[in-house]
């Protein structure tokens, strides 16, 4: 079956301009992660969707950042008014529960801010 | 944070050779699990062990787990180099946020033909 897909696989930008990251997960997962992994670092956690419940906001680094969720299906994660340091791989997963089994990971979406 | 580190940073060995890479976590966990990355894009789930295991085998991979020391290691034995990749291990924790997967810097893993 299909994996977690993610769009654009690249995104350049300008600093002070909004953009918008899609990621489709599993079909049937009911969790789905957002990561930011910044150029030879790890990951860092940004949200968190179960379901139906409050997602878990606490990675976002700064009010620019939100994301939504539409049911179980797709994420959209935006990041508004760029910065230069918003630069990174930003990576989505999904899992079946989300009780700390195995993560499904996206092939990322590549940002670069200039 | 209460991420796991790993050790060595990059490591680079003949194929053929056995590759052993290390993480060192520091409060008591749920399970702990490995991951790889390829190129610097998405992550491929490798290994879960619990902690109430002690190893694990998955083809070439085996995992060890000790809980009195908070550290796994991962063996990849006969490596290929296929398997010239950034390796992660990411330990779960109890509690608020457990569910987040929380990665080191890994090891950088070359295998030279």
């Known amino acids: 079956g299909a994996g977690v897909s993610q769009s654009p696989s690249n995104k350049v930008t300008e600093k002070g301009k909004d953009v918008e990251l899609r990621c489709d997960p599993i079909?049937?997962?009911?969790?789905l992660y957002w990561y930011r992994q910044r150029l030879g670092q790890g990951l860092e956690f940004l949200i968190y969707?179960?379901?139906?419940?409050?997602?878990?906001k606490s990675g976002l680094p700064s009010d620019r950042f939100s994301a939504e969720r539409t049911g179980e299906s797709v994420s959209t994660l935006t990041i508004q008014r760029t910065q230069q340091e918003d630069s990174a791989v930003y990576l989505c997963?999904?899992?079946?529960?989300?009780?700390?089994?195995?993560?499904?990971f996206g092939p990322g979406t590549r940002l670069l801010v200039l | 944070s209460q991420q796991g580190e790993e050790d060595p940073q990059a490591l680079s060995i003949q194929e053929g050779e056995n590759a052993t890479m290390n993480c060192s976590y520091k409060?008591?966990?749920?399970?702990l699990q490995w991951y790889r990355q390829n190129s610097g894009r998405g992550l491929v789930h490798l290994i879960l062990i619990r902690s109430n295991e002690r190893e694990k085998h998955s083809g070439r991979l085996r995992v060890t787990l000790d809980t009195s020391k908070k550290s796994s290691s991962l063996l990849i034995t006969a490596s290929r180099a296929a398997d010239t990749a950034s390796y992660f291990c990411?330990?779960?924790?109890?509690?608020?946020?457990?569910?987040?997967?929380?990665f080191g810097k890994g090891t950088k893993l070359s295998v030279i033909p």
């Open positions: 969707f179960q379901g139906n419940s409050a997602p878990d």
């Open positions: 997963a999904s899992s079946l529960l989300g009780t700390q089994e195995t993560q499904y």
């Open positions: 079909s049937g997962h009911t969790a």
């Open positions: 990411a330990p779960t924790y109890s509690g608020a946020g457990s569910y987040q997967l929380t």
């Open positions: 409060t008591s966990i749920n399970n």
